[in-house]
């Protein structure tokens, strides 16, 4: 069996005191869809930038391509990319610039034609020259999602890729992932508060709740073992529930 | 160290400047206004028949001097700003990037901006004023060069100020600076200074670039030892500057405070 993308185990992380993350343990093979669920509060953020080395863990192991990410960050990084709602690129600059940057930064060869490859596999040669900052939250979004595949990465992070966008794009951005990662067989850890991206796009989902993992699976299996009909039944109940919710496998 | 990667933020931050006009505005404006300033208050002083020898000499080159370091201080700071302004500073942070690399990249960057505002300051006291930067002959590198160190130092702890305290920290990459100015004898000689302040102001490697700089446009020269006691105490800014930006890093990291820093 290949060794997995990412592995976390024993994962902890006390904010003067307060835990945000309490003892968090899983992988991730590669070619996977992973999304972690859970109400504000509950760590997922806390887990998704400890993958990337924005935060040093209290306690635990956080390894991504068999590395440790306290001391192969620069390695790791190079191999992984990030894309969130709630970044940007500079807007006085164009979108070609932007990609050019990053392009330099990442070591990419041949950059004019991946860029014009990603611009035209998210369907925005048009905005090339355009201005980054002219752009709509759908088209931002699509250029975020260039920037993160511009060095072919085995892994992507992404922090809440459709907040922001109208139905119609979030669907469309939705797909896009779906075939990028078909196609290229990334693999990825998603995080959402809408749960319609989590159910179409993810293969598997870690429910979080203070900062522990309540319930791990397929969507299906999540909606099963807290017998609900939909993520978002089950993302409301737990929300509800607090601490004393706990899943139907473990209850029996 | 990785060249590829601090020539691409050098290429970004070139971007940034030549693509906005009140970026390139602010490189000149501040610099320009000051030099107006001093350089027609020491025009009246002389008229009205002030006898302090070389007061127009003096005060340019402490003006277009102080600038310099008041630069190279904000070129790292600022492209740090830059970044958070732009929302960008996360992509940065999870981009294989050390922060060595960043900082250099910030030290070059401010470097080129140095070199043209110096050149338009330079040229327009020359036409205004009939003075000339270039009368400091050779002196004027190592004395350029030490207010350049620190200004990148003081520059990295500002920076290091604001990755812990984020945006309300802001301020701060302005105004640190200007708490320097009053004790690094700027505009007049170190003795001006009260006598339990002067051992203080002797801390602070401009002083010493200062004092230089005037013993220069006395016509006494340079004497070796304003260089090494500035140099030897910016090597000691920057070794410091260093450590407590790595230090304020840490206690980022170790907060969470990196990514609000790139979302807020």
């Known amino acids: 069996m290949t060794e997995p993308v990412v592995q976390v185990e024993h994962l902890r992380k006390e904010f003067n005191g307060t835990v945000a993350v309490a003892d968090l343990s899983f992988t991730v093979q590669r070619g996977e869809i992973v999304g972690l669920l859970g109400a504000n509060g509950a760590g997922k953020t806390t887990a998704i930038q400890t993958l990337l080395g924005l935060i040093k863990p209290t306690g635990g192991k956080v390894a991504v391509f068999g590395m440790d990410i306290e001391r192969h960050r620069v390695a790791i990084l190079q191999r992984a990319n990030f894309c969130s709602a709630y970044t940007g690129l500079p807007t006085n600059l164009k979108v070609w610039e932007n990609l050019l940057i990053f392009s330099l930064i990442y070591g990419v060869k041949d950059h004019r034609r991946k860029i014009a490859e990603l611009l035209a596999l998210l369907e925005i040669s048009h905005l090339r020259k355009a201005i980054t900052g002219h752009l709509s939250s759908g088209e931002s979004t699509r250029v975020n999602i260039c920037k993160s595949l511009l060095n072919d990465p085995e892994l992507l992070l992404l922090d809440e890729p459709t907040a922001s966008l109208d139905p119609d794009m979030a669907d469309k951005v939705r797909k896009l992932l779906r075939r990028i990662q078909r196609e290229r067989n990334i693999t990825m850890v998603y995080t959402s508060h809408n749960m319609r991206d989590v159910q179409e796009v993810c293969d598997r989902v870690l429910f979080m709740h203070k900062g522990r993992i309540i319930a791990q699976g397929t969507p299906q299996q999540v909606m099963d073992q807290f017998n609900q009909t939909s993520l978002e039944d089950v993302f409301i109940s737990v929300a509800r529930g607090g601490d004393v919710l706990t899943p139907k496998s473990e209850a029996s | ?264």
């Open chain 2, 1 to 264: 160290m990785n060249f590829r990667r601090v020539g691409a933020l050098v290429l970004r931050y070139t971007f940034l400047y030549t693509r906005s006009v009140p970026r390139v505005a602010e490189m000149f404006f501040w610099p320009v206004m000051d030099l107006l300033v001093w350089g027609f208050i020491s025009v009246y002083l002389l008229r009205m028949g002030n006898n302090v020898p070389g007061m127009i000499t003096f005060l340019l080159g402490a003006m277009i001097f102080w600038d310099i370091l008041y630069r190279a201080q904000q070129a790292v700071t600022i492209s740090f700003l830059e970044d958070i302004w732009a929302r960008n500073v996360l992509n940065i942070f999870v981009a294989p990037i050390r922060i060595s690399e960043f900082i250099v990249a910030t030290y070059l960057v401010g470097f080129a901006k140095i070199i043209i505002t110096v050149t338009v300051l330079a040229s327009l006291a020359y036409w205004l004023y009939a003075w000339n930067l270039f009368q400091m002959g050779l002196a004027l590198v190592p004395l350029f060069a030490n207010l350049l160190l620190m200004g990148w130092a003081v520059g990295m702890m500002t920076t290091g100020l604001i990755l812990r305290w984020g945006q309300s920290a802001e301020a701060l990459a302005w105004g640190i600076p200007f708490l320097i100015q009053p004790f690094a004898a700027v505009f007049y000689p170190l003795d001006v200074l009260p006598p339990w302040l002067q051992p203080i102001a002797r801390l602070i490697p401009a002083t010493h670039v200062f004092e230089g700089m005037r013993a220069v446009l006395r016509g006494e020269g340079l004497a070796l030892h304003y260089l090494t006691a500035a140099f030897g105490l910016n090597i000691l800014y920057l070794i410091g500057g260093g450590l407590f930006f790595r230090w304020m890093y840490a206690i980022a990291r170790n907060k969470g405070l990196l990514a609000k820093l790139g979302t807020q």
